[in-house]
């Protein structure tokens, strides 16, 4: 459909250039995104253990274990949603995407608020805003390490709406962290869940946007007119 | 600057698909199945471990990019260098290519936001001339027919500079470049409903604006 094809001395320059800059094939990138994710979740693994072991803090153990089951779902649910690009090297649709960024801290609050109806000793706790501080800060530090294993895999990898890819890396990272911390925190009011544990979740969210913008998305290398 | 012998080509494809909305285009389809096809083995091929595949992967590639990006920047320098890095971006890929991927919509996805990033630093490049091609020396016998489908394509990409860009760009990768229309809603990241609607709208646009030129080439058909 071209009027002029483009000339061999083109072909001749892409290739050289590619030449230039070997690039592992199909089998070592998928040792490498394996080897980046274990080490990406080793980050909440290594805060869990030296938060110690996971404890109910008072809570209902039937309480926790069903959050965490559920808290579980949720990011597994958003990193095969937000994070793997399913068959396409466009990534999911822009509607999972968005699915994925909004409605991944709709979704713990969801569950947590079933949850405390079940157990409605949970409602009410004696959370103070320095136990919500605290939850926000481990929620973020164990979040990282998904986050920057999630951007490493999607490094330079998404043409068309890398703002959204990297809302939904955030969201599913948040989940992750939420996850963690959920573990080990002794609170279950809704205040505090919101405030403590869906808050990171959001701020994920926005820090992801720009992680997209900046890491995810497909840029010309300078050099380039 | 785009020479004068492309000029009727610029939108004179698009011209010819509204002429003939709602017959077969054999000649299209013919044309984009087996790039597509040859692409997606390449690619598949050269991620695997087979480093000559990548300039297989170019030769079922590059044509159709390198119009696309004449089409849009009208400036062959450019057009190459954004088909070079839209190359170098896919063979940075390599190793993440998912198997059985569509190479197609992937790398028209990658030259459109170069492209676009490319527009963006160069705006008071863009377009210079308000549309108008370069009118070229005359050719002889052909002249007359030279200069009515330089007239007619520009008359077409008046039309579509005026239409939303959405719209624009849903038209122009499925009529221009021959994409499915799948396959260029997942170049622009939306919905196939939105596209087809996108494309619909841009048709009735073009139909509206050149009426008296479509009705002339209809009757001109065999």
Redesign the interface.
Known sequence: ???????AE??A???A??SA?P????????R??TVVLVAGFMVPVAISLYLGWPSSGGRPFAYVATLAVAWLAVGLAATWGGVS??????GR???VRIVVATLTPAALLATSLVAALAWPQTLHDDATMGSHLVCVVFTLLCALGPLAAFAI?RR??D???PRLTGAAIGAASGAWGALAIELHCGHASPTHIVLGHLLPVVMLTLVGVVIGDGVV?????SG?? | MLAAADAPALHSGALMHVASRGLPRPRGRSVSVAPRAEADVAMERYAEGDDASFGLVYDALAPRLYGYLLRQTRDRARAEDILQQTMLNMHRARASFIPGAEVTPWAFAIARRLLVDSLRRNKREVLSDDGELDPGPDRGPMADEVAQARELATRVERVLAKLPQSQRAAFELIKNEGLSVAEAAQVLGTTVAAVKLRAHRAYEALRGALGDVLGTVEEGKP
């Open positions: 459909m071209s009027a002029t094809p483009p000339s083109l072909r320059r892409v290739l250039a590619a800059e690039v592992s094939p199909r089998g070592a990138g998928a490498r995104t690009r399913g068959q396409s090297m466009l649709s822009t509607a895999v330079r990898s043409p068309v709406a998305a497909i840029r010309a290398r380039s007119r």
